[in-house]
């Protein structure tokens, strides 16, 4: 039971590349999370998927696209990486039946854009 | 949208001693959650807070939800090398659109000297 993997584990691009970060969990989870964490300002929820075929705008959607490819995985996608989004990147799941059950988190993805 | 603020940002603390740390909102929350996150890893569950007023303790880590629902605090107790790293409160709000997303403090910073 690997609970949530994340690849890759780090990562640089120029600006304008693209790429796509991989999350897939073993727990039969129903919700799904990206979040990017910069110095001094937390996690910032970026997209989130409440259950399998749905996901929603987070906090800070832009420059971001979503996939929720089956129950276990969801991708983010950045198509024209810029220097601002240079960050960890975590994913994270959660049961989603009750409102007592919480997000555990992957071990996140260094991004660097150039 | 929803905002934390979270106190202090660092601390520097000898072994041994207690550790005091806290989170207010603006807006009300109905769950408070408590993350620790160690050097290149994902955040960590340490406790979980339902109710309003409530005091959950894990080992030497005591967390409080706060009566008016808008603030937390986290105490550790006799502190220990191993307790450095980043600790993180998050609260979720209540059904609808938000159901299940959490809205994270900025984080303190913990450093023990031996």
Redesign the interface.
């Known amino acids: 039971n690997a609970g949530?993997t994340q690849t890759p584990k780090f990562q640089v691009l120029k600006t304008g590349q693209s790429m796509t970060l991989q999350c897939a969990q073993d727990m039969n989870h129903n919700?799904m999370?990206w979040?990017r964490q910069d110095p001094?300002?937390?996690?910032?929820?970026i997209y989130?998927s409440?259950s399998e075929g749905t996901t929603?705008k987070?906090?800070v959607p832009n420059g971001y696209n979503v996939s929720r490819l089956n129950k276990r995985e969801f991708s983010l996608r950045l198509e024209s990486a810029a220097p601002s989004q240079t960050s960890v990147y975590?994913c994270?799941s959660?049961e989603?039946r009750d409102?007592?059950d919480?997000?555990?988190?992957?071990?996140?993805t260094r991004l660097t854009v150039l | 949208?929803q905002q934390?603020n979270?106190s202090p940002?660092s601390m520097f603390i000898q072994e041994g001693e207690d550790v005091s740390m806290n989170c207010t909102s603006s807006s009300i929350f109905?769950?408070w959650?408590w993350?620790k996150q160690d050097p290149?890893?994902?955040?960590?569950?340490l406790i979980?807070l339902?109710k309003a007023g409530e005091l959950t303790s894990n080992g030497r880590l005591t967390a409080q939800f706060g009566i008016t629902r808008k603030d937390s605090f986290l105490n550790i107790s006799a502190s220990i090398p191993s307790d450095v790293g980043i600790y993180?409160c998050?609260g979720r709000g209540a059904g609808g659109?938000s159901?299940?997303?959490?809205t994270?403090?900025?984080?303190t910073i913990l450093t023990v000297h031996p």
């Open positions: 949530v919700s999370y979040y001094g300002m937390g996690l910032r929820l989130y409440a929603d987070g906090e975590f994270a959660r989603g409102s007592t919480t997000q555990y988190f992957g071990p996140g | 949208g934390l979270q940002q109905n769950t959650l993350y290149g890893e994902g955040p960590v569950l979980a339902y993180f998050a659109t159901y299940g997303k959490l994270f403090g900025q984080g």
